[in-house]
């Protein structure tokens, strides 16, 4: 981890005031290469079937592709942020309990947008679910043009 990485400790910091928090998702390693978390399947997580709910699944792809993105940023000095522009989730075995990981690693970083993938893994290190998050890469707050202008989509 570079000087200008946030790190684990950081990003859990501030995960802690939004909805990581209430799913339980903890991020392990942060580096620009990679972020890696981890949470517990637990009942408030289910859907009616009493399996993991999908909508879980893509959050955490969301939450670990979008801080990958932005220690990235980071790492090369630049003040600004990210949003997630799209997200494509695929639920491949089902999960009613045990502890998850999930691995973000960038398939590409450009100057405007990132792609990162997400793999998420069982207790038998089986894959259970895959996306990848398109992401934008915003400029510093104060630099950001006002609605409206020109270019605005």
Known sequence: MSDTEPGPELVNAMNARGFDSALGLRVTEATADRVVGEWAVVPSLHQAAGLLHGGV?????????????WVWLRSRGVEGGVVGV???????????????????????????QQLWQVVVTDDRARTVARGQVRLQNLPPTGSRRSAGEAGDC
């Open 86 to 112: 799209s997200n494509s989730t695929d639920f491949l075995r089902p999960v009613g309990e045990g502890t998850l990981r999930a691995e973000a690693t960038p398939v590409h970083r450009g100057r405007t």
């Open 57 to 69: 699944h893509c959050a955490v792809v969301e939450s670990l592709a979008s801080t990958g993105a």
